[in-house]
């Protein structure tokens, strides 16, 4: 059983930037893991992936070039930089695990997730 647990969420102006961290209890070198956020209101939609085996990565369209999915193999994390936050960028930002298959931004692909952190950006 895979644990997540991600940390970094917080509140920022519109243009700044935010670093997510998920924790991950039993970390792979060759599992996906993968960014989501849920807005109010909103479905849940895929934001980035990793393959940690070789660390190619994948974006949803409406974060490309300004988010950026990254691992450290020496603290089992999974980091989601954030640059050039919008109003729309407000969620609440989950991270799940994949360990099999190849990439996904569905969440219906992913088995094991974690609680979520809120993010918000005000204008």
């Known amino acids: 059983q895979v644990q997540l647990v991600e940390s970094g969420g917080g509140s920022v102006q519109a243009g700044g930037s935010l670093r997510l961290s998920c924790a991950v209890s039993?970390?792979?070198?060759?599992?996906?893991y993968g960014w989501f956020r849920q807005a109010p209101g909103k479905e849940r939609e895929g934001v980035a992936v990793?393959?940690?085996?070789?660390?190619?990565?994948i974006y949803a369209d409406s974060v490309e070039g300004r988010f950026s999915i990254s691992q450290d193999n020496a603290k089992n994390t999974v980091y989601l930089q954030m640059n050039s936050l919008q109003p729309e960028d407000t969620a609440v930002y989950y991270c799940?695990?994949?360990?099999?298959?190849?990439?996904?931004?569905?969440?219906?692909?992913?088995?094991?997730w974690g609680q979520g952190t809120q993010v918000t950006v005000s204008s």
């Open positions: 799940a695990a994949r360990p099999w298959g190849g990439f996904s931004l569905r969440e219906d692909d992913y088995p094991y």
């Open positions: 039993d970390f792979k070198y060759e599992r996906f």
């Open positions: 990793i393959y940690t085996g070789t660390r190619s990565t």
